[in-house]
């Protein structure tokens, strides 16, 4: 579902009713909601630029930080100012979604992103976390949510991400197994079922998804990379791992944010573009 967020509130930063209900109840049927028109593009601008140059650092490396196939990256946005924007990374709509969905004290574990380079391969299907625990009969509710943005305007031309409608409801893969891959004979067996979408989003749009819900990284036929910020949101309870750090300075963006940003702000420089490592990536497959 795309939500178009309206002027009057954009102008009072509140998701209306209507919309805040079609947002859950988006996520709880089909895993995932698109809210248009609630970031800057001027934000949205320079991040893309300072991106852009930050990947041609990266392509530097020894070792690419590949995501399960040649041409998709994980590549992390500055950690400083000026290029941490409250409409990324405590965007208030998001933030009353997450809320109606995790509830009270809920936190962002992750402030990464994915590039999908000119040329790249197609991604297996998978999940990004499967169900909490092992033998459901019946998904549980969401317990962590993943919020992407894009800094253009993304569709099949510029590699969007592929999405599969009302699979985070499939109990087949949980947390802990050996592999976050879906089963082959199972993405063909659901596709005659709910076949998948494209996730298109205009500029200043962000998706957010149910973690579970499997999607994956298609090619990027185009002649520039698509960067994708991702964060997640977790249900209070569900605490792991150590806090995220940010260059001081970024203080004031997440004043009455509404929730945990799980933040440490340090003066120490903050090694962010060598610091990813190749996911599922294998000598001889290349880069």
Same mark, same amino acid.
């Given at each position: 579902?795309?939500?178009?967020?309206?002027?009057?509130?954009? #102008?009072?930063?509140?998701?209306?009713?209507?919309?805040?209900?079609?947002?859950?109840?988006?996520?709880?049927?089909?895993?995932?909601?698109?809210?248009?028109?609630?970031? #800057?593009?001027?934000?949205?601008?320079?991040?893309?630029?300072?991106?852009?140059?930050?990947?041609?650092?990266?392509?530097?490396?020894? !070792?690419?930080?590949?995501?399960?196939?040649?041409?998709?990256?994980?590549?992390? *946005?500055?950690?400083?100012?000026?290029?941490?924007?409250?409409?990324?990374?405590?965007? *208030?709509? !998001?933030?009353?979604?997450?809320?109606?969905?995790?509830?009270?004290?809920?936190? %962002?574990?992750?402030?990464?992103?994915? &590039? %999908?380079?000119?040329?790249?391969?197609?991604?297996?299907?998978?999940?990004? &976390?499967?169900?909490?625990?092992?033998?459901?009969? !019946?998904?549980?509710?969401?317990?962590?949510?993943?919020?992407?943005?894009?800094?253009?305007?993304?569709?099949?031309?510029?590699?969007?991400?592929?999405?599969?409608?009302?699979?985070?409801?499939?109990?087949?893969?949980? &947390?802990?197994?050996?592999?976050?891959? !879906?089963?082959?004979?199972?993405?063909?067996?659901?596709?005659?079922?709910?076949?998948?979408?494209?996730?298109?989003?205009?500029?200043?749009?962000?998706?957010?998804?149910?973690?579970?819900?499997?999607?994956?990284?298609?090619?990027?036929?185009?002649?520039?990379?698509?960067?994708?910020?991702?964060?997640?949101?977790?249900?209070?309870?569900?605490?792991?791992?150590?806090?995220?750090?940010? %260059?001081?300075?970024?203080?004031?963006?997440?004043?009455?944010?509404?929730?945990?940003?799980?933040?440490?702000?340090?003066?120490?420089?903050?090694?962010?573009?060598?610091?990813?490592?190749?996911?599922?990536?294998?000598?001889?497959?290349?880069?």
């Amino acid at each position: 579902m795309r939500i178009t967020i309206r002027p009057e509130e954009i #102008s009072s930063s509140k998701i209306s009713n209507v919309h805040l209900d079609q947002a859950v109840d988006a996520i709880r049927n089909d895993g995932y909601v698109i809210l248009e028109d609630i970031v #800057s593009h001027a934000h949205l601008d320079l991040l893309h630029e300072k991106m852009d140059d930050d990947l041609r650092t990266l392509m530097t490396a020894r !070792v690419l930080p590949i995501n399960f196939t040649r041409g998709h990256l994980q590549q992390d *946005p500055p950690p400083f100012a000026p290029y941490v924007f409250r409409d990324v990374v405590a965007n *208030p709509f !998001v933030v009353q979604v997450s809320k109606k969905v995790l509830g009270d004290g809920f936190f %962002n574990s992750f402030y990464s992103g994915n &590039t %999908n380079c000119p040329g790249s391969k197609i991604q297996p299907v998978h999940v990004d &976390t499967g169900q909490l625990w092992w033998g459901l009969k !019946v998904a549980h509710p969401a317990a962590s949510l993943v919020v992407n943005i894009a800094f253009v305007d993304v569709d099949e031309h510029n590699g969007s991400i592929e999405l599969w409608p009302g699979s985070h409801l499939d109990t087949s893969i949980a &947390t802990g197994d050996a592999t976050i891959k !879906v089963d082959e004979r199972h993405v063909e067996s659901r596709r005659k079922v709910s076949p998948p979408v494209r996730g298109n989003t205009k500029m200043g749009s962000m998706l957010i998804r149910d973690i579970r819900l499997w999607h994956r990284g298609m090619p990027n036929p185009s002649d520039h990379p698509r960067q994708m910020i991702a964060m997640i949101h977790n249900i209070h309870w569900f605490r792991q791992g150590r806090p995220l750090q940010l %260059n001081k300075g970024c203080e004031g963006v997440f004043d009455d944010c509404g929730f945990d940003p799980n933040v440490e702000f340090t003066d120490e420089p903050i090694d962010y573009i060598f610091r990813n490592h190749p996911y599922d990536y294998h000598e001889g497959h290349g880069n």
